[in-house]
């Protein structure tokens, strides 16, 4: 299946380009694009399926997801930090579903500066809907690798991420 890229041509992605001339690269940036482009058909894929079925962004689907997991809501903060962004770039995804009845925001009786944001009924009932079928298009798109692949790719995913961690870290002395 061919990917467009928003004006109806084929979305060529860096790993194929590779392919073109594989001696120009070393193996670990050809598996770098591997990753990158595997990420990247199923999250184009996600994206497009969470507009069509519900129309909702990824981005505000994330959101609840981690509003779910915290019965008893979260500050700004905490979101921030699980979601990996900048308190700034969730302020107008807070205020756009708070306006859509999604979640509430309320401050802390202690500290009225601080607002602890929450799922509210109808947004725990709507992303439990999508998240159910999110459920479902993840098991399609994963339907051709083996769980026993599953299980292997998982070991040698956990050995690159503690690699990267490892460097990001720096030396130890």
Request: hydrophobic residues 40%.
């Amino acid at each position: 299946m061919a990917i467009e890229d928003g004006n109806g041509d084929a979305w060529l992605d860096g790993e194929t380009k590779v392919a073109e001339a594989p001696a120009d690269h070393g193996d670990e940036t050809r598996l770098w694009l591997r990753l990158l482009t595997c990420t990247t058909l199923v999250e184009t894929e996600i994206r497009r399926r969470l507009r069509e079925e519900f129309d909702f962004t990824l981005p505000r689907f994330d959101l609840l997801a981690q509003l779910d997991k915290a019965e008893n809501g979260l500050v700004l903060g905490e979101i921030s930090r699980r979601m990996m962004v900048s308190p700034g770039n969730l302020t107008a995804l807070v205020e756009r579903l708070v306006a859509s009845g999604h979640i509430s925001r309320t401050p802390l009786p202690t500290d009225k500066r601080v607002q602890i944001i929450a799922l509210t009924p109808f947004g725990r009932k709507t992303f439990r809907r999508m998240a159910d079928r999110h459920g479902d298009w993840i098991s399609s798109m994963f339907a051709g690798v083996s769980q026993e692949n599953g299980a292997e790719l998982m070991k040698h995913l956990a050995a690159l991420k503690r690699s990267v961690q490892a460097e990001l870290a720096g030396p130890k002395d």
